[in-house]
């Protein structure tokens, strides 16, 4: 950490947009993406407030129990008149960015229901079961049931099938 700001290398990372750098502290070095300067800034807001959806959507798909409400102020004044403290969310609505916004709004939605208990595979592969054999099964006849649009999804979950074996009965 900086004493004078508190920031972290992978703060500083995603706050530049050095994605492949974020990745690296992240999975090789277990940087803990959560931990706020002395602002309150994490690095999802670093990356929300930049503009930049695919390190967004990275940190939501890849740090475990990352913080969605954290709220911080910007490193300088904001374009769009705000100084905070806002979340990630907020920075990427008032800063005109709507899909990094809506990536958020997904997992918050996602997090909910899986709290409820109402969701309970992964948001990018919703008719996941496991390999063996008897849920693949399974697995086809939910896809078969739920139509053909879920043949992508299918794919997610054994990138070696076919469209063709996904949606066969």
Partial sequence: RFPDTGNTALLVACGLSRARCARFLV?????DANVPNHEGWTCLCAAAWRGDRALVRWLVAHVPGLDLDA???PPQTSSCGGTGPFDAQTWATRKGFAPIARIIERERKRRAAASSGTHHHHPRR???LASSSSSTTQLLKVVREAGRGLWAAALGCAPHWTKYQAIAS
Wanted: aromatic share 0%; net charge positive; glycine share 10%.
């Fill in 126 to 128: 919703p008719a996941c």
């Fill in 27 to 31: 999975q090789e070095r277990r940087a």
């Fill in 71 to 73: 709220k911080g102020r």
